[in-house]
């Protein structure tokens, strides 16, 4: 019988983490759980930070950035001894069973201590890179391309009265989505994602081109874009086996190849991690709420190794293997509507 669950956040933050952690406190107390916050990811578990979250903790969270828990890129797996102080831990908070909220680490983490430790956990799908699969969208994306968006409409403003090129760097590490979405809701008059091949020639003759008609133009990179000939150097890789993209600079490589392509003057910004901070979303709340209460009906319901997942309008439980076996990127069909507006 299910009595105390622990809650956790892993990952890189992102709106939406908060509504997710309330809509699981409120739900809890619907079926007399008793709710223990697990500070910073897997973290939490292996050192034992590890407290008990009142409704009142969470009342007033809905509107919050960030994750009121904290978080971390802690892998269990790589650490010594780890997951022996994962069940640890799980042992001495007497936690019947856990909610993990993250993206395809933290839940790729949850589905191995599930498959392999038997332990009894559900999954809540955040990450403002929107390429976890078995979900229509996950929380923290909404929130982080609005905010993209915006400073892409910003840059565009002073291109516009500067007669400028102006380049945004957005992230979104090994999926495009980000930038796919940056671009079309911003009318950008190109777009640069991971998983098309780049033509820097095509690229620039088309932006010279739009440049001569209107004076200006807007490009949208995503940070893990490899630069046709261009030496990135080696990068430093997280717990994960993520490379830090942090250092590239991807955005400003892009400016410079354009100005000496181009012969016109342009300028870059890189959006960073901005875009990962501020108050969520509409869409972003909500969806939180809701993969957060349904991540403590799966528990209910004993089905563990499951996560909540948004499908067309509901919110339901898929299996965890199904949502962490392979990334999803940015498809032919997305693909092809970008280029409708490359004119
Ligand atoms: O995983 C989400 C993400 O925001 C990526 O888009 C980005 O590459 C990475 O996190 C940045 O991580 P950190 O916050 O550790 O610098």
Redesign the pocket.
């Known amino acids: 019988m299910i009595k105390r669950i622990g809650i956790l956040t892993g ?2 933050d992102c709106p939406g983490l908060n509504p997710a952690i309330r809509g699981a406190v409120y739900r809890a107390l619907d079926y007399n759980y008793e709710v223990y916050g697990i500070e910073e990811g897997w973290g939490g578990l292996i050192k034992g930070d590890i407290n008990l979250l009142s409704l009142s903790e969470v009342r007033e969270i809905v509107d919050r950035g960030g994750t009121i828990l904290g978080t971390s ?1 802690l892998n269990p797996y790589k650490i010594e001894q780890g997951v022996e102080k994962v069940l640890e831990s799980i042992e001495k908070f007497k936690l019947d069973a856990l909610v993990a909220i993250g ?1 395809e680490d933290t839940l790729g983490v949850a589905n191995k201590l599930y498959k392999e430790k038997k332990i009894k956990l559900v999954g809540a799908p955040k ?3 929107n390429d976890l699969s078995g979900t229509d969208y996950t929380f923290g994306f909404n929130s982080s391309v609005t905010k993209a968006m915006e400073a892409m409409q910003s840059l565009q403003d002073t291109g516009r009265s500067h007669r400028r090129i102006m380049v945004l760097e957005v ?3 090994h999926a495009g989505w980000v930038a796919l979405f940056t671009g079309l809701a911003s009318g950008t008059d190109w777009t640069l994602i991971p998983e098309e091949k780049i033509d820097l020639e095509k690229m620039c003759q088309h932006l010279k081109e739009v440049y001569r008609k209107n004076k200006h133009a807007s490009i949208v990179i995503s ?1 893990g874009v490899i630069l046709p000939g261009v030496d990135t150097g080696k990068e430093e890789l ?1 717990q994960f086996g993520h490379m ?3 250092k590239r600079g991807v955005g400003n490589l892009l400016a410079d190849l354009i100005k000496e392509k181009t012969g016109i003057e342009t300028r870059h910004a890189v959006i960073g ?1 901005i875009q ?1 901070g501020g108050s969520p979303t509409l869409f972003d709340r909500i969806l939180g709420l809701r993969c957060g209460v349904t991540a403590v009906d799966l528990i209910a319901q004993g089905k563990f190794g499951y996560m909540a997942a948004l499908k067309g309008n509901k919110v339901i439980g898929i299996p965890l293997e199904e949502a962490v076996s392979k990334l999803k990127t940015v498809d032919k069909k997305w693909w092809e509507l970008a280029q409708v507006f490359f004119k």
């Open positions: 990952g890189g890129r993206g990450t403002m890179d992230m979104g590490r940070e997280d830090i993209l942090r991690h990962r």
